[in-house]
């Protein structure tokens, strides 16, 4: 039986699939081509991340796929609804990648507070007379001990990001539609661990208090972050978004932080993929990374073996 992982799968995730029989395809075909692929090569299985988009059209066009199997959380390039009404199982990782996302969050944060965007883009060329200027501006630095994050968004990559804040000493508060509570075990290498119990509050409340804030939720109808949501943070607020391109208005966000009313913000996703309007590549404030939320060896590891142990569990096991 074949599988094709149009966007990739990791080695871990081959051999699994591989050793229970089946035969795996890594080509990368093209969006327009991805039908025509299916169905010529007896495609049963179709594997992909956030770049291929399992749609309507592909799903009525392919009646032998069996299943549709995401790699990592978000579903939003999938009709999730309709393939499971053609009796499609649908299936994606939910909890694989939390910790190397929570990770990148934190990247952002520290790149931020320490202007490493701005430091990478500008280190002086020899004969270079302005960095002593730029040495001062990174003598503003911070900490984030003792400051406030806000998360938005408390599922399983929120309550990983407030695990590992509340390691690095910061108060930690907490926004979600539908968690009301959650307890967050702080584990240490050498097996200890504090549990710190958490209620969520008014998102009024986060955006009012933080001195960062993060948002994880998943693609919705609207802003998640709007003028409305920027005009109530403190000023000199720290923005990271690594959840969903379109959680955040661009341009609201572009003019808070030349209002110097933001003051960075740290993007992993976009409202454009892959490539962002130049406003938000150039901006001198904004810490920019390629939707690599999930990109690690691990992440990726645990994602392969997870979704090749749902796919023999689902067709061999019948
Ligand atoms: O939803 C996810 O899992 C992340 O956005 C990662 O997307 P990717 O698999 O395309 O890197």
Known sequence: MKVLANDGISKSGIKTLEKAGFEVLTTKVAQEQVANYINTHDIKVILVRSATKVKQDIIDACPGIQIIGRGGVGMDNIDVDYARSKGIHVINTP???????????????????R?????????????????????????????????????????????????????????????????????????????QFINV???????????????????HVPAQDGYVLDKAEFDIMKNDVGIVNCARGGVINEVALVEALDAEKVLFAGLDVFENEPTPEIQILMHPKISLTPHIGAATLEAQDRIGTELAEQIISLLKNK
């Not at 929120?158 to 009301?180: C, E, F, P, T």
């Not at 119990?197 to 948002?215: G, R, W």
């Open 95 to 113: 909890a694989s990648s939390s910790e190397s996302v929570a990770e990148l969050v934190f990247a952002h944060l520290f790149t931020g507070i």
């Open 115 to 191: 202007f490493l965007h701005d430091a990478n883009r500008n280190m002086p060329l020899e004969g270079d007379t302005n960095f002593n200027g730029l040495k001062k501006a990174y003598a503003e630095g911070l900490e984030l001990r003792g400051k406030t994050l806000g998360i938005i968004g408390f599922g399983r990559i929120g309550q990983a990001v407030a695990k590992m804040a509340l390691g690095l000493g910061m108060r930690v508060i907490a926004a979600d539609k539908y968690v009301s509570d959650a307890t967050i075990r702080v584990d240490f290498y050498n097996g």
């Open 197 to 215: 119990d958490m209620i969520t509050e008014p998102l009024e409340d986060v955006l009012k208090h933080s001195d960062f804030i993060t948002i």
